[in-house]
């Protein structure tokens, strides 16, 4: 493990005092690395598709002084592990790495985080090891049953989520560069940053996250009867042109416990930086209320 001063490795001074330490946890003999700072409880961050880690620099900031919050890398991006196959993006593989990271830290249960991709996995986690998942916060994905529901009965979605279809294909990563991929990135010296991590990426292997967990047409509405046994908050960014605000009605039904929701007009997809201020407030102040 390699001691990071204010991320001088990236050429960024974005923290304070607390230092960011880097490392591995080992899911089945797949490598998941993680950026990790701060002490007190767990708190697991999972990013989404095109990202890694480096998105929730602004929340771990502002959780270090209370929790340990630990930003992975999924498989297949920047310094994580990149296993050849989509058979190797299974989303029951996905939750496993997950688990890997909490325990790695010698827990049993973490508050568990998730964007995009890291919210269909988050779900996940909080649905199949219910046990391991204190708190759970979503960004920008609806749960299974929301999501589920739209693909199927929402002509809006659907013509969305034509991009989805698009990544589907065999063959979809040859279209895909690093520069395009960071082209989200607001910042300059930022998106320096994502172009270089994408390029410690594997394409495929973020096409697989499409190609094996991703629904496919005919779209049918299926239900998880199981409800989430965490109490979640859910951030949406209401300009995300992917993820349509329609797939959160009726996610009350789907947890045991209080369900907390923060729509943030003017916000799109990538929530936690475009409200970065407001997402990372008022994560910590849910996650202290108690």
Same mark, same amino acid.
């Given at each position: 493990?390699?001691?990071?001063?204010?991320?001088?490795?990236?050429?960024?001074?974005?923290?304070?005092?607390?230092?960011?330490?880097?490392?591995?946890?080992? #899911?089945?003999?797949?490598?998941?690395?993680?950026?990790?700072?701060?002490?007190?409880?767990?708190?697991?961050?999972?990013?989404?598709?095109?990202?890694?880690?480096?998105?929730?620099?602004?929340?771990?900031?502002?959780?270090?002084? #209370?929790?340990?919050?630990?930003?992975?890398?999924?498989?297949?991006?920047?310094?994580?592990?990149?296993?050849?196959?989509?058979?190797?993006?299974?989303?029951?593989?996905?939750?496993?790495?997950?688990?890997?990271?909490?325990?790695?830290?010698?827990?049993?249960?973490?508050?568990?985080?998730?964007?995009?991709?890291?919210?269909?996995?988050?779900?996940?986690?909080?649905?199949?090891?219910?046990?391991?998942?204190?708190?759970?916060?979503?960004?920008?994905?609806?749960?299974?049953?929301?999501?589920?529901?739209?693909?199927?009965?929402?002509?809006?979605?659907?013509?969305?989520?034509?991009?989805?279809?698009?990544?589907?294909?065999?063959?979809?990563?040859?279209?895909?560069?690093?520069?395009?991929?960071?082209?989200?990135?607001?910042?300059?010296?930022?998106?320096?940053?994502?172009?270089?991590?994408?390029?410690? #990426?594997?394409?495929?292997?973020?096409?697989?996250?499409?190609?094996?967990?991703?629904?496919?047409?005919?779209?049918?509405?299926?239900?998880?009867?199981?409800?989430?046994?965490?109490?979640?908050?859910?951030?949406?960014?209401?300009?995300?042109?992917?993820?349509?605000?329609?797939?959160?009605?009726?996610?009350?039904?789907?947890?045991?416990?209080?369900?907390?929701?923060?729509?943030?007009?003017?916000?799109?997809?990538?929530?936690?930086?475009?409200?970065?201020?407001?997402?990372?407030?008022?994560?910590?102040?849910?996650?202290?209320?108690?």
């Amino acid at each position: 493990m390699r001691l990071w001063l204010s991320l001088g490795l990236f050429g960024v001074s974005l923290f304070g005092a607390p230092s960011v330490k880097e490392g591995y946890a080992d #899911s089945g003999g797949v490598k998941i690395h993680y950026a990790t700072m701060g002490q007190g409880p767990l708190v697991v961050m999972i990013h989404g598709f095109p990202d890694y880690w480096y998105t929730w620099r602004h929340q771990m900031e502002a959780l270090a002084p #209370s929790f340990q919050v630990v930003a992975m890398d999924n498989r297949g991006y920047n310094l994580s592990d990149k296993p050849k196959g989509a058979e190797n993006y299974d989303m029951r593989l996905l939750v496993g790495d997950v688990a890997a990271v909490i325990r790695h830290f010698g827990k049993q249960k973490a508050i568990v985080v998730g964007h995009d991709w890291g919210g269909a996995i988050a779900w996940q986690v909080a649905l199949n090891l219910p046990e391991m998942v204190e708190k759970l916060v979503i960004l920008n994905l609806p749960h299974p049953n929301g999501m589920s529901r739209e693909l199927a009965t929402n002509p809006e979605q659907q013509k969305n989520s034509a991009y989805a279809r698009k990544f589907q294909a065999e063959g979809s990563e040859k279209g895909l560069t690093a520069e395009g991929l960071a082209r989200w990135v607001k910042d300059p010296e930022a998106r320096k940053l994502y172009v270089e991590a994408f390029g410690r #990426s594997d394409f495929a292997a973020m096409m697989a996250y499409y190609q094996r967990n991703y629904p496919r047409e005919p779209y049918t509405a299926r239900v998880e009867t199981r409800k989430v046994m965490a109490p979640v908050l859910q951030f949406h960014g209401l300009d995300d042109a992917a993820l349509l605000p329609g797939g959160l009605n009726g996610t009350w039904e789907w947890v045991a416990k209080d369900w907390t929701l923060v729509t943030v007009p003017g916000a799109g997809h990538f929530v936690q930086q475009d409200a970065a201020e407001l997402v990372s407030k008022t994560m910590k102040m849910w996650l202290l209320r108690d």
